[in-house]
C-alpha cells in the first residue's frame, strides 16, 4: 500500500515562503509522476503542480511554486515563494495506482491519481 505523508504547511505572511515535502513508502517516485492539488475552505480540490517525466503548473501559482523532487529521500517538494493569501488551502501530494508518466493534459487531473496523502495546511495572512 503506497503512502504519501504530507509535510512542512504552517502559517505565513504574504510574501514569505514555505517548503512543502511529500515522502512516499512503497512507491519508487523517481519514474512516475506525482502532484500536488490543494482545497480552499468552500472550493473544489485544484491542481496546483505535477512532476513526471516535465514539470507543470497551474497558471496562478507559475513562477512563485516549484516542483521537485529526491530520487534518494524518495520525496517531492514544493517550493513556495511569494505566497498570497489566495494560496491559503489545504495541500495534497498524490500518485497515480501504477507507476506511469502524465502529459501535461492529464497532470493536472484529479482523476488520474490513486494515492493521496492527508494533507497540510498553508495559511497565508495579509
Known amino acids: 500500500q503506497v503512502q504519501l505523508v504530507e509535510s512542512g504547511g504552517g502559517l505565513v505572511q504574504a510574501g514569505g515562503s514555505l517548503r512543502l515535502s511529500c515522502a512516499a513508502s512503497?512507491?519508487?517516485?523517481?519514474?512516475?509522476?506525482m502532484g500536488w492539488f490543494r482545497r480552499a475552505p468552500g472550493k473544489e480540490r485544484e491542481f496546483v503542480a505535477a512532476i513526471s517525466s516535465a514539470t507543470y503548473y497551474a497558471d496562478s501559482v507559475k513562477g512563485r511554486f516549484t516542483i521537485s523532487r529526491d530520487n534518494a529521500k524518495n520525496t517531492v517538494y514544493l517550493q513556495m515563494d511569494s505566497l498570497k493569501p489566495e494560496d491559503t488551502a489545504a495541500y495534497y501530494c498524490?500518485?497515480?495506482?501504477?507507476?506511469?508518466?502524465?502529459?501535461?493534459?492529464?497532470?493536472?487531473?484529479?482523476?488520474?491519481?490513486?494515492?493521496w496523502g492527508q494533507g497540510t495546511q498553508v495559511t497565508v495572512s495579509s
Open positions: 512503497e512507491r519508487t517516485i523517481s519514474s512516475g509522476a
Open positions: 498524490a500518485t497515480t495506482r501504477i507507476v506511469r508518466r502524465l502529459d501535461g493534459y492529464d497532470a493536472r487531473r484529479l482523476d488520474k491519481y490513486y494515492y
